[in-house]
Each structure stands twice: as C-alpha cells, then as structure tokens.
C-alpha cells in the first residue's frame, strides 16, 4: 500500500493561485505504475473528481468545473503528483484529496472514486471574496 501526503493548501483571495503537491512513499512501490488523481470535498457535500493522470503523465482529465483553470502534472522522479491551482474562487474552497490506483494501464486516467485504493489526509484550500 502507498501512503500519500499532501501540502501546498491554504488561505487565498478569490483569482488567486495555489499549488498543491502529493508526495507518495511506501516499502516497495513503483510511483509510475500508479495512475493519479485529485478529489475535493466542500462542508456538506460529497466527495468530487477534480482531476486525474495517467501513469505516464501524457494523459489527463479534468471536471467541467475547473477545466481550463488546473493542470495535474506528475513527477515520476520525485514520486510526486500536482495540482496548480488558477483562477481560484470561492466555490473551489474545500479539502483536497490525491489518490493512487496501482498497476493501473498506461493510457487510461480514472475519474471515480472506486477506482483508486489509497487515499491521502487531505489538505484544505479556502478562497476569500
């Protein structure tokens, strides 16, 4: 099982930017076998899809909401996933999740939650107006 943490959450003003990391370790892993993804919860609601990439980083996928506005990337020398945050506002405001799905397929991105097995502590984005 790979353990992740997240970081880079915080208090920004509504247009601003945050970067989120994901770091992930673990006794015997290969960070590049694991495809990736990140998840938000607002107080109140369920559990979103944010973003997702493929193992290799050449593929991604994006919710409605925040396309155009994040990138997921990956570095898969630093056992690290990321989440640059743009255009920030005040509904993006909720705790961040990042999760890993072993032995996943090179070209495939997964976007539900059933299909990722380990999950991080979460780290909390709130966006001021």
């Known amino acids: 099982q790979v353990q992740l943490v997240e970081s880079g959450g915080g208090l920004v003003q509504d247009g601003g930017s945050l970067r989120l990391s994901c770091a992930a370790s673990?006794?015997?892993?290969?960070?590049?076998?694991?495809?990736m993804g990140w998840f938000r919860q607002a107080p109140g609601k369920e559990r979103e899809f944010v973003a997702a990439?493929?193992?290799?980083?050449?593929?991604?996928r994006y919710s409605d909401s925040v396309k155009g506005r994040f990138t997921i990337s990956r570095d898969n020398a630093k056992n690290t996933v990321y989440l640059q945050m743009n255009s920030l506002k005040p509904e993006d405001a909720a705790v961040y999740y990042c999760?890993?799905?072993?032995?996943?397929?090179?070209?495939?991105?997964?976007?539900?939650?059933?299909?990722?097995?380990?999950w991080g502590q979460g780290t909390q984005v709130t966006v001021s107006s």
């Open positions: 999760a890993a799905r072993p032995l996943a397929t090179a070209t495939m991105v997964h976007t539900m939650e059933y299909d990722y097995n380990s």
């Open positions: 673990g006794r015997t892993f290969s960070f590049s076998s694991y495809a």
């Open positions: 990439i493929a193992r290799s980083g050449g593929l991604t």
